[in-house]
Structures are given as C-alpha cells and as structure tokens.
C-alpha cells in the first residue's frame, strides 16, 4: 500500500508525479519487449497523492455513474479507427 509510504510519496511529490498505474504500466512494458505499438485509454477514478482523492465506494459510484458510459464508447470508436486503418494485431512472443 504505496499510499501510507510517506518516503515513497515525497519521492513522488518531488519528480511531480499525481499516480501510479502499475497494470499499464506493465501493458506497455510487454508491448515494448513484443514491439508491439501500445497505447492506453485511462478512466482515472482518484489520485491518492492526496487524502481527498482516495477512492471511496461512494466516489466510485459517481464515476462509474458520470463517465463509464462514454469512456467505452471512445474505446470503441478508436478501434475501429484503428482497424479502418489497415492496422492488425500482433501477437506475442513469450
């Protein structure tokens, strides 16, 4: 739980950093050793650099509520731009 580590969050206060995003970051790591063009569409629910922005199940509720919606739809849409573009998937290598 990075968030209590008070050492590592002053880290990451002085290289200005609001988040950490393991789970993409991990996508773009395989994506880099596959060479494989990567990118991400990310619906960001709290910055936990701060103690407002915790996610709570109440603040869940209001995102998933105000923009889960639309967040899928430009997901949708920016792969079917991508595939009306010629481009296909590449599969990995392990």
């Known amino acids: ?30 994506g880099f050793a596959n060479k494989i063009p990567t990118g991400a569409l990310l619906l960001v629910s709290d910055q936990p650099m701060t103690p407002e922005g915790v996610k709570t199940s109440e603040s869940d509720s209001k995102v998933t509520s105000s923009f889960v919606n639309r967040h899928l739809e430009i997901g949708i849409e920016s792969l079917k731009q991508l595939k009306n573009n010629g481009h296909t998937v590449k599969h990995l290598l392990f």
């Open 1 to 30: 739980m990075w968030e209590h580590d008070e050492q590592f969050k002053s880290y990451l206060h002085s290289i200005r950093a609001m988040a950490i995003d393991m789970e993409t970051a991990t996508i773009f790591m395989v």
